[in-house]
């Protein structure tokens, strides 16, 4: 069985973040959802399960950090191009998210960060390998 990555997040309205999330493209796989949580598949090995905050406490003693207010983790998914870190950029605007910090373009690679209807920081990026500085 190949490795797969399942990133939980903490949600306030899991209709809303379902709805985010399929709104940037991403499918929602029914058998891991129901009214507590739901797991969005962004791709054949990683998904992401967003819990409703009284859920997500189950699984942890720590408290849930304000999002608005306080990095909890930095989300990178790399793109195959340049116009797909744009598309993915407008498509979380228009599902309700936030476009955060101005795009940067490093040359060999171009990134844009957006944060999800409940704060969540995510970047999307392209990178050509074949481009990157030898001196990184």
């Known amino acids: 069985m190949k490795t797969k990555i399942f990133l939980n997040l903490a949600v306030k309205d899991l209709n809303k973040a379902v709805s985010f999330y399929n709104g940037l493209g991403f499918s929602t796989n029914p058998k891991f959802t129901n009214e507590k949580g739901a797991c969005i598949v962004i791709d054949e090995n990683i998904f992401v399960m967003i ?60 990134q844009r960060t957006f944060l999800d209807v409940d704060g969540h920081h995510w970047e999307v990026f392209f990178m050509d390998e074949s481009q990157i500085p030898a001196n990184m």
């Open 51 to 110: 819990l409703v905050e009284e859920f997500y406490k189950t699984f942890t003693n720590k408290q849930i950090c304000d999002s608005a207010t306080t990095s909890e983790v930095l989300i990178s998914i790399s793109l195959d191009s340049r116009k797909q870190v744009d598309e993915m950029l407008e498509k979380a605007v228009k599902a309700g998210g936030t476009d955060y910090i101005e795009a940067k373009d490093y040359g060999w690679m171009y």
